[in-house]
């Protein structure tokens, strides 16, 4: 309970870095506070997803697999992921576009 409520404050502390460089700092600095800031959650998002969450994934679907030969969960999660990544990259792409004409 204690880690939650010390990972709980980290929130505000964060707010209050962020609205000090905002309202402080020039325009091209607070660019690139925001640029840095979504490349290092970027960075988190990525290794959450392929450290923690993807062996994990992979580590169950081979068990599956065990229990019952016939059904392959290996290979439809590798199928699954990949099918996704194509769908977000293309969500992506078309996103970009609409902010371009905007």
Excluded at 34 to 44: D, E, K, N, P, R
Excluded at 59 to 71: E, Q
Aim: with cysteine; aromatic share 10%; charged share 10%.
């Amino acid at each position: 309970f204690m880690l939650c409520g010390v990972a709980g404050l980290t929130y505000p502390l964060g707010a209050l870095i962020g609205w000090i460089v905002v309202t402080k700092a020039s325009e091209s600095l607070t660019q690139e506070f925001i640029a840095a800031l979504f490349g290092i959650t970027a960075g988190i998002m990525l290794y959450v997803a392929f450290i923690e969450l993807l062996p994990t994934a992979i580590i169950s679907a081979h068990r599956l697999s065990s229990l019952n030969p016939k059904n392959d969960h290996g290979g439809k999660c590798s199928q699954n992921i990949f099918g996704w990544c194509i769908i977000l990259l293309f969500i992506g792409f078309l996103v970009m576009d609409i902010s371009s004409i905007i």
